[in-house]
């Protein structure tokens, strides 16, 4: 079987997810991995044809998939009956953010065969160090994740997803109406007003020193240079990325967003995010 696994990443952990799903699928089923942000905004249905699965892979952003990832979503040729599968990495509650991407991909006519749900590390959770171990807390005070316990946890449910879809077995996440609920009311409030607001509220703090990095890397073009001025535009999808790339830590994001300002800076280990002309 050929794969195709088409993803969005912001600081690199569903990058790092789509790897380890390709390892899985292993040499008699040679997996292909996309970097959303390198294909084109319209994908062509000759490309998809080249493939008997593709997978599609999004991190979660306040219980939503990010714009980026709806957008591309959007933009998908028909399925037409084309066998698929979902994935989503997050910081503690994956499952709520399913419910939009399974209706675009099954209105699309794709023929969804499987969901899962990955823990990775929470890029804008709250995290500390246990001896050599990052641990990890994002919105529970009782729930407790280890690296290692994410990515013990991670390689069963991949081995899961990769033995299902081989079966020819279908293998879906469950999603508690009350999930849908939180997913779809914080929706509106990302997608309308979160990533607009990402045009006005970050800002460079002294340290700047022009370099570019944050440009050359913003997955959504949405950085540019003017007059000696680290400028944001409205087509951020608040993937982090920039907060984390910056080597002088200037950019910093005002209230009601200044929760995603760095405690410290987090990327996939091992992965770098690609650069743009
Ligand atoms: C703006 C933003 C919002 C997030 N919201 C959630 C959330 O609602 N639930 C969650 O479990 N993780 C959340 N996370 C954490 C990410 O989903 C998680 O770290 C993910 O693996 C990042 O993937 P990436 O490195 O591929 O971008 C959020 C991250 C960002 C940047
Ligand atoms: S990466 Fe940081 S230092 Fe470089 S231009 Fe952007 S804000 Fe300034
Ligand atoms: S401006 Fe920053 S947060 Fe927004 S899309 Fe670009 S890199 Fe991501």
Known sequence: MRVAVCYFTGTGNTATAAREIADRFGPDNPTDLYNIELLPATVDPDFLARYDLVGLGSPVYAYNEPPAFTRFLRELPPGNGKPSFLFMTAGQDPEACLAQPVRTLRRKGYDLRATVCLFMPGNVGCYWFEGDEMVFRFLSPTR??????????????????????????????????????????????????????????????GGCNLCGICVQTCPT?????????????????????????????????????SVLNRPKQYLSPGWSPPKHD
């Not at 997803?161 to 879906?172: A, I, N, P, Q």
């Not at 003017?226 to 990325?241: A, D, G, I, M, Q």
């Open 144 to 205: 407790r994740f280890s690296t290692r316990d994410m990515e013990r946890e991670r390689r069963e449910r991949i081995d899961r997803l990769v033995r299902s879809l081989l079966d020819g077995r279908t293998e879906y996440e469950s999603v508690t109406p009350w999930q849908r609920f939180v997913s779809w009311s914080l929706r509106g409030a990302f997608h309308h007003a979160a990533a607009p607001l990402m045009k006005l509220l970050p800002y460079t703090a």
């Open 221 to 257: 073009q949405s950085i540019s240079i003017l007059n000696r001025r680290v400028r944001f535009s409205t087509s951020c999808t608040v993937c982090v990325r920039c907060l984390n790339v910056c080597p002088e830590h200037a950019i910093r994001v005002r209230w009601p967003l």
